[in-house]
């Protein structure tokens, strides 16, 4: 039975515009997207397809153009639109954090990161710079590594927060394993990075470690 011919209370799209889009399931948003079904499957039939071939919305952002065309319906024409949304949220969080304070919009900062590395294959390592009013100035990946490690060498991002003049910054960076506990390593990293940009009056608010749906904050556990 196609969409249009379920009861109106049913409809992803009406309930969205009647409850809003947080009150829709992860299959009914993934189905407005998706506009249409295929023979015998509805838009919905085909969102919990995906969702089930790729085990959640995390790890179907980050599919491959030939894992995502695979799935029948699926092609070039939607892959490039999903990419698109995608880019488009990432630039939409990072705008409003350049807008106002980044300690009081904790959740666009945490949105972001988690567009920005949640589902990255290799480790990656990522500062926030944020100017006296915690602005955020501008966002670099610094380093990259492997599947489970990368090497990040403080010089290097004390010489970053000097050129872009930051007076405080954010670390973050990804755990493809999908463990967001911090490794001793990680947590020598950041006083490492901490103490070296105490030198020159940068503080660090806050490290943020993403491992594909879950984020631990340094700050908030009081490892910073």
Not at 44 to 62: C, G, I, P, Y
Request: hydrophobic share 45%; charged share 20%.
């Amino acid at each position: 039975m196609a969409i249009t011919d379920w009861p109106e209370g049913e409809r992803p799209r009406e309930n969205l515009l009647q409850k809003g889009a947080a009150a829709l399931s992860d299959a009914e948003l993934l189905a407005i997207f998706l506009r249409t079904g295929v023979t015998g499957k509805s838009a919905v039939d085909l969102a919990r397809e995906l969702l089930t071939r790729f085990d959640n919305l995390t790890q179907l952002f980050a599919a491959s153009e030939a894992d995502f065309c695979a799935i029948h319906g699926m092609g070039q024409a939607k892959f490039v639109q999903l990419q698109a949304v995608l880019e488009m949220s990432r630039r939409a969080l990072n705008e409003e954090m350049q807008r106002g304070d980044a300690l009081n919009s904790p959740r666009a900062v945490r949105d972001y990161l988690q567009l920005l590395l949640g589902s990255r294959p290799q480790e990656v390592f990522v500062v926030l710079f944020l100017d006296t009013q915690h602005r955020v100035i501008a966002t670099e990946e610094l380093f990259h590594g492997t599947l489970n490690q990368t090497s990040v060498y403080p010089r290097e991002v004390v010489k970053r927060a000097l050129a872009h003049n930051a007076a405080a910054v954010i670390l973050a960076h990804n755990h493809p394993s999908g463990v967001a506990e911090p490794s001793q390593a990680d947590q020598h990293l950041t006083q490492a990075l901490k103490q070296a940009l105490a030198l020159v009056d940068v503080r660090v608010l806050d490290h943020f470690i993403v491992a594909g749906g879950r984020m631990h904050s340094f700050a908030e556990t009081g490892l910073l």
